[in-house]
């Protein structure tokens, strides 16, 4: 009986945690530029005496992330950006340097520009980037900032910066409690100038709804088999018992 009911009791456990992470993808299906978290289990020997495998259990390995490109929604906004392909852009946080996504950005009160958690997006030098108050901004493909209009001529063009575009490799990335993305190591990563972007539209979470519906579905089935076995096992120790009292 013990083995069977640790064995389910293990599988149960990982059910939940997978369903814990599947609702979290669900709760993000409207969020910008969100990547969808994968569980991933392996299996194990449970070693007995003297030093045998007696069963097989599950732990969690190190969760990951599908960082397939979502779907691009134009949006006319001068400051709605998204990275085209594979790349990411950088923000600094309290934690140092990280990675998103997302690009709906905006102007803080110190002109600042910044995400919408309000943490100033990063140029290629490492700074942030300031915009002026007057003026049109716009964005090449390569991150390049400019004004149109900011300067006493209404038709002078000023260079505000070039954002820093970086594209790390997806094993190096690991995500925060913020939602953002960093290297595993705390490092900052190099720009790539080979990342493109576009403005006036925004990146829509990766996360499938119909698939991960399926996916709750079919991990409640999984608990409630998990649950049956434990219990199958438990009324057949009690009948085991009765029989060997009976006996007596």
Same mark, same amino acid.
């Given at each position: 009986?013990?083995?069977?009911?640790?064995?389910?009791?293990?599988?149960?456990?990982?059910?939940?945690?997978?369903?814990?992470?599947?609702?979290?993808?669900m709760a993000n299906v409207g969020?910008?530029?969100?990547?969808?978290?994968?569980?991933?289990?392996?299996?194990?020997?449970?070693?007995?005496?003297?030093?045998?495998?007696?069963? !097989? #259990?599950?732990?969690?390995?190190?969760?990951? &992330?599908?960082? +397939?490109? @979502?779907?691009?929604?134009?949006?006319?906004?001068? %400051?709605?950006?998204?990275?085209?392909?594979?790349?990411?852009?950088?923000?600094?946080?309290?934690?140092?340097?990280?990675?998103?996504?997302?690009?709906?950005?905006?102007?803080?009160?110190?002109?600042?520009?910044?995400?919408?958690?309000?943490?100033?997006?990063?140029?290629?030098?490492?700074?942030?980037?300031?915009?002026?108050?007057?003026?049109? !901004? #716009?964005?090449?493909?390569?991150?390049?900032? &400019?004004?149109? +209009?900011? @300067?006493?001529?209404?038709?002078?063009?000023?260079? %505000?910066?070039?954002?820093?575009?970086?594209?790390?490799?997806?094993?190096?990335?690991?995500?925060?409690?913020?939602?953002?993305?960093?290297?595993a190591g705390g490092e900052a990563?190099?720009?790539?100038?080979?990342v493109r972007m576009v403005s006036?539209?925004?990146?829509?979470?990766?996360?499938?709804?119909?698939?991960?519906?399926?996916?709750?579905?079919?991990?409640?089935?999984?608990?409630?088999?998990?649950?049956?076995?434990?219990?199958?096992?438990?009324?057949?120790?009690?009948?085991?018992?009765?029989?060997?009292?009976?006996?007596?």
């Amino acid at each position: 009986m013990d083995r069977i009911i640790y064995t389910a009791a293990g599988g149960a456990a990982r059910v939940l945690e997978q369903q814990a992470v599947i609702s979290n993808n669900m709760a993000n299906v409207g969020t910008t530029g969100f990547r969808e978290q994968m569980a991933i289990y392996r299996s194990v020997p449970v070693v007995g005496q003297p030093g045998l495998p007696t069963r !097989v #259990s599950t732990v969690t390995a190190t969760p990951t &992330s599908n960082f +397939g490109q @979502g779907v691009m929604a134009e949006t006319g906004h001068a %400051l709605d950006l998204a990275v085209t392909g594979d790349g990411w852009f950088s923000v600094q946080t309290p934690q140092g340097e990280a990675y998103t996504r997302a690009g709906e950005l905006a102007v803080n009160q110190d002109n600042l520009l910044v995400n919408q958690q309000g943490y100033p997006v990063l140029s290629n030098d490492g700074g942030p980037i300031e915009i002026p108050e007057r003026g049109s !901004v #716009s964005f090449s493909g390569d991150g390049q900032i &400019s004004a149109l +209009g900011a @300067g006493d001529n209404p038709g002078d063009i000023q260079q %505000l910066g070039q954002l820093k575009l970086v594209n790390p490799p997806a094993a190096s990335m690991q995500r925060g409690d913020d939602g953002l993305f960093r290297l595993a190591g705390g490092e900052a990563a190099q720009a790539d100038p080979q990342v493109r972007m576009v403005s006036g539209f925004v990146e829509k979470s990766n996360v499938n709804p119909a698939e991960a519906m399926v996916g709750m579905i079919a991990n409640a089935r999984r608990f409630e088999m998990q649950m049956k076995i434990i219990q199958d096992a438990s009324s057949n120790a009690e009948r085991a018992n009765s029989i060997l009292s009976s006996n007596n």
